[in-house]
């Protein structure tokens, strides 16, 4: 069963300007969740994170927002750069260190 | 400073054979985890070492089995490959910091493609 979904499997966005991919999460003992980008032929690269106890984290031009009494979080990318173009994964675990879950991704397009 | 190396890059295999890959953590890292990335899904969790011992396992069959070494490197062993075994292998370490910082990430190596034929 699925337990972090990420139901968009694609996003094009053009340069300069927001990019935001979403993910649904169904387990309520999820207490830290990350996104990872991933290029072609490469292993996944940590992005941001979150804990449960926050509802925003910042780090640059990237910033994660957690809802979670809706099992929703989305990561912002702002101003979105054609080297952002890439999948990206949500991720979570129920004790940090332990298992990641991770969603199928969202493929990310940044067009000059 | 290395990252996570795993080798070998790529492989092919038949149904029916054992395969053994190899993983080497990132300096200052303890941890070792394992993931199996099916084309168009996302990484499904193996099971993670940590002091030469399997510490958590995810919804793999006993086929999968895996080493951890003193020095943290690690293994993962498929036994009677199949067709579905087919696959991007990752490794990520991670440090298993204990007190005040609760939260680490795991970073990931590049992965060994397994093709089983």
């Known amino acids: 069963d699925q337990q972090v979904k990420q139901n968009s499997p694609s996003l094009s966005v053009q340069e300069g300007r927001i990019s935001i991919l979403n993910c649904d999460y169904t387990n309520s003992m999820f207490d830290y969740f990350l996104w990872y980008k991933k290029y072609p032929a490469e292993g996944p690269t940590f992005l941001i994170s979150i804990s449960s106890i926050k509802d925003k984290n910042e780090d640059g031009r990237f910033t994660v927002f957690l809802n979670k009494s809706a099992k929703h979080l989305s990561l912002h990318i702002v101003p979105s750069q054609p080297g952002d173009s890439a999948v990206y994964f949500c991720a979570a675990s129920e004790n940090s260190g332990y298992a990641l879950n991770f969603g199928k991704g969202t493929s990310l397009l940044v067009t000059p | 400073d290395a990252g996570v190396t795993q080798s070998p890059t790529h492989l092919i295999k038949t149904r029916g054979q054992q395969v053994t890959l190899r993983c080497s953590p990132k300096?200052?890292?303890?941890?070792v985890s394992w993931y199996q990335q099916a084309l168009g899904q996302g990484p499904q969790f193996i099971f993670q070492y940590y002091e030469e011992e399997e510490r958590q396992r995810g919804n793999f069959p006993d086929r999968f089995s895996g080493h951890q070494f003193p020095n943290y490197s690690s293994e993962l062993n498929v036994n009677a490959l199949l067709l579905g075994d087919s696959a991007l292998y990752l490794c990520a370490s991670s440090s298993d910091v204990r007190g005040e910082i609760p939260y680490n990430e795991q970073f990931f190596g590049p992965g060994t493609r397994l093709t089983v034929l």
């Open positions: 300096s200052g890292h303890d941890t």
